[in-house]
């Protein structure tokens, strides 16, 4: 299980135990009396001892983690590095210089994770695929190798073992002439190689296809929750709280529930959320300057917006209002629109499709400010008591339109179904809050499951 390292402050500097030719400070580090900047890092390989089988049936070596020969670095300019052990008489013995390249490994996956990572999620997104090895991975799941395609990894069909240096692919058919012909063809699985940006890999497989195991702590991005982002997000939560007329305790409760807000960083948190109420600021410029810093993180983005869902639902119903703040913040991250509907549909949010149509002409005759100052009327009418909410569309739960199968109703379930595990989530090392959120969203995925099994079983 990877472990975050907390070395002693970088600001003194930090020399992993054993290692006397490396050097770490804040930017960069030194080796060889030599200085690379953290920040032209590209990819990041380690390469573990290799040790001999036990057993003479098998003529294969097994890593140790936790044991290191040696990190390559690759570095924008294509330059790579190879830190080693040092050798000599008055080196330190062999075994404990691989223990301190371990700490020095860990520590240099730390710092450098998120901007390797950038660079796959860069080309994923722009390309819709993911290059590895011999593989290339597509958003829908297929895998070709060449242009052949080998399974689609996102299906049950296709199990995902971790070893310490690959990731183990078995496919099985659902014919079994077609698992003895794949076995004796050694076409039965493959393996994705973890030897360059393990830590990057795992993440996107969870990421993507919903992949994790949970004996793994998979890194997570770092998140720059600097005051600029702080500011943003205080300012829209006051925002959304004024646009139903009024702040209450109860949605400024809420807030305090779903987002934690570092008041080292941000003492006068509660001054910037009032005046979030009264602000005048665009609503998209608020939302890109949020976007900014989670651009990269998806899970974020969701959590970002379930929460949003969550303190304008304090009351009970959500104005119409409230929704089009909350949709202009999705469209920000670009989130689709099913996706927004499923969450809102799973926190008791009905007839979405009839409020974005208002949202939509509001947004063609009024500006955002106007737009959060309610009538008399609709003040007068806000008191009376609502109607019943319609029975929710278990469709829109699981992310579907009302003209979806049964197999694709399966299919929907057993995706959301591994995505908001708590399990899951907890080995992926999400906080109590965002485990909280994915636990009341699985438990409508189940129940929309349910009930949608009855009526298509009859």
């Given amino acids: 299980m990877q472990q975050k390292v907390e070395p002693p402050s970088l600001e003194q500097g930090y020399r992993p135990r054993y290692l006397k ?70 080196a330190f013995p062999l075994a404990h210089q691989q223990q301190g390249l371990k700490d020095a490994a860990e520590l240099l996956e730390d710092i450098t994770f998120t901007q390797r990572l950038n660079y796959y999620e860069k080309d994923f997104g722009l390309n819709g695929k993911l290059v590895w090895g011999r593989y290339v991975l597509h958003k829908n799941g297929d895998v070709f190798k060449g242009e052949q395609l080998v399974c689609n990894i996102a299906t049950p069909a296709v199990r995902c073992y971790l070893h310490p240096q690959y990731v183990e692919c078995l496919i099985s058919h659902e014919r079994i002439l077609d698992n003895i012909k794949a076995f004796l063809t050694n076409k039965r699985s493959f393996k994705l190689s ?141 989130m689709l629109n099913a996706d927004l509907r499923r969450l809102a549909t799973a926190y008791g949010v009905y007839n979405t499709g009839h409020q974005q149509e208002q949202g939509n002409d509001q947004r063609q005759h009024t500006d955002t400010h106007e737009h959060h100052q309610e009538t008399r009327k609709e003040r007068q009418q806000s008191r009376s008591a609502p109607p019943p909410p319609p029975p929710p569309s278990y469709f829109h739960i699981l992310g579907l ?45 189940n129940e929309a499951y349910t009930e949608l099994g009855k009526r298509f079983k009859g």
């Fill in 21 to 90: 030719t490396l050097f770490f400070r804040e930017t960069s580090f030194e080796y060889k009396r030599r200085t690379y900047l953290y920040a032209n890092i590209k990819h990041l390989s380690i390469h573990y001892k290799k040790e001999e089988a036990a057993t003479k049936q098998l003529f294969t070596t097994s890593p140790k983690k936790d044991s290191v020969e040696k990190i390559d670095l690759t570095f924008r300019d294509d330059t790579r590095l190879s830190i080693r052990p040092s050798r000599g008489l008055f």
């Fill in 194 to 334: 973890l030897e360059q940006d393990r830590d990057c890999l795992l993440y996107l497989l969870k990421d993507a296809f919903g992949l994790s195991w949970p004996q793994e702590k998979l890194r997570e991005k770092s998140l720059k929750t600097d005051r600029d982002f702080y500011e943003a997000l205080l300012t829209l939560g006051g925002f959304l709280c004024k646009a139903d007329g009024q702040v209450t305790s109860q949605e400024i409760a809420a807030f305090k529930t779903c987002f934690t807000i570092d008041e080292n960083i941000v003492p006068d948190a509660a001054r910037l959320f009032k005046a979030g109420a009264q602000t005048s600021q665009n609503l998209k410029e608020l939302a890109e300057n949020i976007y900014k810093t989670l651009e990269h993180n998806p899970s974020m983005q969701e959590h970002l917006i379930i929460g949003l869902i969550r303190i304008a639902m304090t009351n009970g119903h959500m104005k119409n209002s409230q929704w089009y703040v909350i949709q202009i913040v999705a469209e920000c991250f670009g």
């Fill in 401 to 445: 339109d009302e003209t979806a199968d049964w197999p694709e109703i399966k299919k929907a379930y057993r995706k959301l179904a591994k995505k908001y595990h708590p399990d899951l989530l907890h080995a992926t090392g999400a906080t109590e809050t965002e485990i909280e959120q994915a636990a009341e969203v699985l438990k409508q995925v």
